[in-house]
């Protein structure tokens, strides 16, 4: 048979594409529920999205002097932001070497997203990064170069988010892999030692973590020795994440089936060359989805490093709002945060959808 | 025999309280083709499979080229270096393409330099006829060609000892052939040891020097393929094959 000219036709899909009112009637008013349900919703978005615009650009002000001129507006006040930015982004660094932070920040970012690319998939990334944590070290830090130094306890806002963040999926990452494997290692006390990290540090909130590593760590420790402030709470991050980690690449390692291990075992393949050519591969493939929602939540739970007074971003936007010439802008502070945060944790979750489609190959068939 | 490739004297087996294995004695000499049948649950499975340590043994001695296996690992890595295995449900690495299924074994296990593991595999894909499909990844392939890639596969190891169990029961039947031919070609030109665990009696008669029959865990019966079919001794055997020929 030819195929008609159309597509339309014997063995061509019935069309159903009508035009968009029909469409549009059977989707928003096909019964009284789904009218009363879309009337509902159409009012709810009128109450509010004129409300908000109106809010956010008409009535906003953008370059009022002072918060009586910004009040006296009646919307969003902007110009809180554009005075506040650079306290809210690089917290208490010294204000005239806040370029150094910056740029160490983006330096960070760059090599973030130069990661993700499958170009830069090869041996000499680990260079790349070597490089980069150089120098965002030496901006940061300084002491050298004629650049005066900075004691990491001034370190703020944005990019120590990013430190923390980078550094505790940098660690987190391959100490949950091991941990994963340890669970399901035939070792009993291997075993043993994995389910309880595991289900010790799941069974305590961050805020307690970070807690005990910044007040009970120091008591256990020798006297005259003691660890920096910023590294006990990334340690903290770090140890958190991991047990996460551990329990998402479980479920699947647990996926795999037994013939891959019985395939590799057949080829003489050791133990880590099993894991790492055949196993993993696979059972990271399948738990892109969960694992890139905690990577996020680690994003946002380096906020929590508030509590025991280290200024990343948000303490940096607390402090923002406490200034007493700027009271009540708030709202202002937070929705300038929640965006940057926002803007990190969409990206994050854009590129593993990208790459969960990338690592498709050969499965569809 | 004091030339056997695999010796097994006295083998047992327990899965829990269920005895799979009892007091298994098997020589096998060098080049020698042996097709093993039997019912569902007898056994034999498992008796290819304590080969190459997939399956332990608990009592008895299995000595394989000159190798005794025990829990040290670097015997059974030995072992399994000489001893390839073709699985029921192939078990290719469905991440990897079928090029990169074979060399995967050859790099790292024995070392190859890359340029050298890849064409030997090309060698091998054209031996089992499928060299057009290098690029592509498993789960593209039917089922006969898998099976044909992982026989591949095993044999890219260059092994003393081949193992196939079930190699043609999770086939669609077309594709029965194309494998059976595959197998009869290497156990006609290659001389290597060959256990395999089937139902394809034609397949046996063509190339088993021994056919052996196990029920229960134990071996009833073996014999050369035309005195075990023509005139098998044991009625357990018998009954068996009056099962799977009618």
Redesign the interface.
């Known amino acids: 048979m030819a195929p008609s000219p159309s597509g339309q036709g014997i063995g061509a899909p019935p069309a159903y594409a009508q035009n968009g009112w029909t469409r549009l009637r059977a989707g928003l008013f096909s019964s009284p529920l789904n009218t009363l349900l879309t009337v509902l919703l159409a009012w709810l978005l009128l109450m509010v999205v004129p409300a908000c615009v109106e809010w956010l650009f008409i009535k906003a002000d953008f370059s009022a002097a002072n918060a009586q001129e910004c009040r006296s507006s009646g919307g969003a006040c902007w110009a809180f932001i554009a005075e506040k930015h650079r306290l809210i982004l690089f917290g208490t660094y010294p204000y005239d070497e806040q370029w150094r932070s910056m740029l160490a920040g983006v330096i960070l970012i760059a090599v973030i997203v130069c990661s993700a690319i499958r170009w830069f998939w090869r041996p000499w990334l680990i260079v790349i990064w070597a490089v980069a944590l150089t120098l965002v070290a030496v901006l940061m830090w300084g002491g050298v170069f004629g650049l005066s130094y900075v004691e990491n306890s001034r370190w703020g806002g944005l990019p120590l988010t990013l430190i923390l963040a980078t550094f505790g999926i940098a660690f987190a990452f391959p100490f949950g892999l091991l941990l994963a494997l340890g669970r399901r290692s035939r070792m009993p006390a291997v075993k043993a030692l994995c389910v309880v990290y595991i289900e010790l540090i799941r069974g305590v909130p961050l805020i307690s973590l970070l807690f005990m590593s910044s007040v009970m760590l120091p008591l256990f420790l020798p006297e005259g020795f003691s660890i920096d402030k910023l590294l006990r709470a990334q340690i903290a991050i770090v140890l958190f994440a991991a047990a996460y980690i551990a329990e998402t690449v479980r479920g699947g390692l647990q996926a795999i089936p037994k013939g891959q291990y019985e395939g590799a075992d057949s080829l003489g393949l050791r133990y880590w060359q099993q894991m790492r050519k055949i196993i993993l591969p696979q059972a990271l493939r399948i738990v892109i989805p969960p694992l890139v929602g905690i990577f996020i939540s680690l994003f946002k739970d380096t906020s929590l490093v508030v509590v025991i007074g280290i200024f990343d971003l948000t303490q940096a936007a607390k402090a923002a709002v406490a200034d007493a010439q700027w009271r009540g802008f708030s709202v202002e502070a937070y929705l300038f945060i929640a965006v940057i945060y926002f803007v990190f944790c969409f990206s994050i979750s854009r590129y593993s959808q990208a790459l969960e489609r990338r690592l498709q190959t050969g499965y569809e068939r | 025999m004091a030339d056997a490739i695999i010796r097994m004297e006295n083998v047992n087996k327990w899965f829990g309280k269920f005895h799979v294995l009892r007091d298994i004695n098997l020589n096998v000499a060098a080049g020698e083709r042996i097709v093993i049948c039997g019912p569902s649950g007898s056994g034999k499975s498992t008796l290819i499979r304590c080969i ?3 399956e332990e043994h608990q009592t008895g001695k299995i000595i394989v080229d000159g190798v005794e296996l025990t829990n040290d690992l670097k015997q059974i ?1 030995t072992i ?2 000489d ?3 073709v ?1 029921q ?7 990897l ?1 079928v090029l990169e299924n074979l060399t ?2 050859p790099i ?2 024995l070392k190859q330099p890359r340029k050298q593991a890849e064409a030997n595999a090309m060698n091998y894909l054209e031996r089992v006829r499928i060299p057009e499909q290098a690029n ?5 392939l039917s089922g006969g060609q898998q099976q044909r890639v992982a026989i591949a ?2 044999l890219c ?1 260059s092994p003393k000892i081949m193992l196939f169990d079930e190699p043609t029961s999770a086939l669609d039947p077309e594709m029965v052939k194309e494998v059976l031919d595959v197998m009869v070609e290497l156990a006609e030109e290659s001389g290597m040891t060959m256990l395999c665990v089937t139902h394809e009696m034609g397949f046996a008669r063509k190339v088993a020097d021994q056919v052996i029959f196990m029920d229960q865990g134990e071996i009833i019966e073996s014999n050369t393929p035309d005195a075990f079919f023509d005139s098998p001794q044991n009625d357990r055997t018998r009954f068996f094959l009056s099962q799977i020929l009618s």
Do not use: A, D, I
Request: aromatic letters at 16%; hydrophobic letters at 40%.
């Open positions: 190459n340590r997939l890595e399994r270096r001893v390839g295995m699985f449900h192939f078990n290719l690495f469905p991440h393409t995967l074994g790292w296990v592509k990844f498993p789960g593209q596969r095993s190891m």
